[in-house]
């Protein structure tokens, strides 16, 4: 997999700055205001530093935003970066830092001089987030990225702080890697069995086969994946590090390998997007290895139901009838509306298996969701305004967009079917919340829900502030801080 860069971090030694090789990064927030290691570099560089920084240029850049100064006098290094923060940035804007000098990044070593700035360890993660690539796939232009080391007033201190940041990267980078793997690579098999290889940090991972779907009248789930080679399958990860009793929190992902749209295919043009359809159970994957890696103490269960959409002569027809686990039965209208049924029968398993004492669920689950919020927000449903809000605050705290919209009688009633008890589609109008309405309709009225379409988010095709274009990881910051600040002693 995609190697993430761990950054290390080195006691302050300013005679060590004359021979770094390289580039140097300096924080300054304003002409001015240099620090030691900041005047240290000035100067070495006899006021190079100074002059940029007193420059109108500088004057005008945006916090966290850099300046680079090409052939430094007097250093080793060929290059200093300035970067624009002040002293005591916030979470926020230490971790913008981090992605302006991620841009810097190149095969040379890069020294990153802090001193005592403070959240140097978010400058840190921002860093990585944004370093991230996806090249398992290419077999020339690996651009493998030189050391990286943040020279720090207190390093041991800073070591111990940032052991949380690398659990949440290493998180955020397999659920990248989930999503950009092509579905040829990432089959049913190969998602659970990389899920599998996650017991070597404690999770406990359970895979269900057919049969055992079978068995338990996952029918919804299992049509879906009928016209497929690849098995379908639901794999259930249980973190428990709270307290034993204690029923668990419960997040829930769809795992489409690829949806072509089955029987209803979908045109060609655009399909090979169609293998980030797992996104939502590459989110439930990552935030799983989070925790895990930083031992939280709460009860956490993620479940994915993995599945391929695909036509063939074993393919769901439109027009078929199918029964729920929960034992309810769905008229087929359209075969590309399959994350609705994958979700209804691992939303009820979930609930009749684990009580969870509240559950979201995550899934690429509508076109409509990007006509309606772009690529900037997922849309974000809820049947309990408690756990909804405390949702928005986490994902705002991350910045990662979430916006909520409604659910309500009129439009459930738009799931009427003529010969079952609903069927598939709600038709063109709202699009978005019949798809909601669907999925509410597998949860019962005493779990506190939240349904996260993340189909204009998880992969996008213009680079974000945390992430190169392709996969974002969108949610597993969120939802990682939601636990943390909510279900955690
Ligand atoms: N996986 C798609 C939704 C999607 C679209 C995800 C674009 C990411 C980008 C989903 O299974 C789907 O095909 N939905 C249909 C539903 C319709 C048939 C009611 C859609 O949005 O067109
Ligand atoms: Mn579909
Ligand atoms: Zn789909």
């Known amino acids: 997999m995609t190697t993430p860069l761990s950054p290390d971090f080195i006691e302050t030694d300013i005679d060590q700055i004359k021979d770094a090789k390289g580039k140097l990064a300096v924080f300054v927030p304003e002409a001015g205001s240099l620090d030691v290691t900041a005047r240290r570099v000035n100067r070495l560089t006899r ?155 404690g999770l406990k991972v359970e895979v269900l086969e057919e049969k055992e779907l079978e068995k338990l009248g996952m029918r919804t789930l299992l049509s879906v994946g009928q016209g497929s080679d690849s098995p379908t399958k639901v794999v259930v990860m249980q973190w428990n590090g709270g307290k034993k009793d204690d029923k668990p929190f419960a997040l829930i992902g769809k795992g489409v390998v690829f949806d072509t749209g089955g029987i209803s295919i979908k045109p060609a043009a655009g399909m090979e997007d169609m293998t980030m359809d797992m996104g939502g159970a590459g989110v439930v994957a990552g935030v799983m290895k989070t925790l895990a890696m930083r031992k939280a103490k709460a009860n956490v269960v993620g479940l994915v139901g993995l599945v391929e959409n695909m036509p063939s002569g074993n393919a769901t027809r439109p027009g078929d009838v199918v029964t729920s686990m929960k034992g309810d039965t769905v008229e087929i209208i359209n075969t590309d509306a399959e994350g609705r049924l994958v979700l209804a029968d691992v939303l009820w398993y979930a609930q009749e298996r684990f009580e969870p004492v509240g559950c979201i669920n995550l899934a690429t689950l509508t076109g409509a969701i990007i006509i309606g919020l772009g690529h900037e927000n997922a849309g974000v449903f809820s049947n309990n305004d408690a756990l909804s809000n405390a949702f928005l605050k986490a994902a705002n705290a991350e910045e990662e967009g979430a916006w909520r919209l409604p659910l309500g009688q009129a439009y459930d009633d738009l799931l009427k079917s003529r010969i079952a008890d609903m069927k598939n589609v709600g038709g063109r109008a709202a699009g978005s919340i019949t798809a909601a309405q669907f999925l509410q309709r597998f949860i019962k009225p005493e779990t506190p829900w939240i349904h996260l379409d993340i189909a204009g988010v998880a992969s996008v095709k213009t680079e974000t502030a945390f992430a190169p274009k392709g996969a974002t990881g969108w949610g597993v910051r969120a939802l990682n801080r939601l636990i943390a600040d909510n279900f955690e002693e």
């Open 47 to 201: 006021g190079a530093v100074a002059r940029l920084v007193g420059s109108e240029t500088f004057g005008k850049l945006g916090v966290g935003k850099t300046l680079t100064l090409a052939f430094p006098a007097n250093v080793a290094a060929d290059a200093v970066v300035v970067v624009k923060l002040p002293r005591r940035p916030s979470v926020e804007q230490a971790r913008k830092a981090g992605a302006s000098l991620a841009k810097e990044l190149g095969a040379d070593p890069f020294m990153v001089l802090c001193g005592n700035l403070a959240r140097a360890d978010q400058v840190a993660l921002g860093l990585c987030l944004r370093a991230y690539e996806f090249d398992d796939h290419k077999t020339a232009d690996k651009d493998g990225k030189g050391a990286v080391s943040f020279m720090v007033n207190d390093a041991k201190g800073i070591k111990s702080a940032s052991a949380v940041n690398g659990a949440i990267a290493e998180g955020v980078f397999f659920t990248r890697d989930l999503t950009n793997e092509p579905a040829n690579v990432l089959t049913t098999t190969e998602f659970s069995d990389r899920l599998a290889a996650l017991e070597a940090l």
